[in-house]
């Protein structure tokens, strides 16, 4: 079992920056990918960013190519989003994801899920 653990949302407004964290523990090995998600109210869940960890590969959702970045801390299992030029409809709860064997967007393949955090961005 992986356990991940979201940190960093809050309440912002349009243009600032802000950066989550998702803290890994239990079996990392198992991890393969990680990847964010997010979900608006009345929205599905949708794919933001994810890495690949064995070969740093990253990919992002259109909507958040050149304003959002992965990063990781492997000595604290941690992977950051590092979000900049924040939008209104960034606004979700954000979630953290693990295990899939390939970098998916599809939310239905990964096994371990943070239990998200909520980002608001005020226009």
């Known amino acids: 079992q992986v356990q991940l653990v979201e940190s960093g949302g809050g309440l912002v407004q349009a243009g600032d920056p802000l950066s989550l964290a998702c803290a890994a523990s239990g079996r990392t090995a198992d991890m393969y990918m990680v990847a964010w998600f997010r979900q608006a109210p009345g929205k599905e869940r949708e794919f933001v960013a994810g890495i690949r960890l064995s070969h740093n590969i990253t990919r992002y959702a259109d909507s958040v190519k050149g304003r959002f970045t992965l990063s990781r801390e492997d000595a604290k299992n941690t992977v950051f989003l590092q979000m900049k030029r924040l939008k209104p409809d960034d606004t979700a709860v954000y979630y953290c994801?693990?295990?899939?064997?390939?970098?998916?967007?599809?939310?239905?393949?990964?096994?371990?899920w943070g239990q998200g955090t909520q980002v608001t961005v005020s226009s």
């Open positions: 994801a693990a295990g899939s064997p390939v970098l998916s967007t599809d939310p239905v393949v990964y096994d371990y």
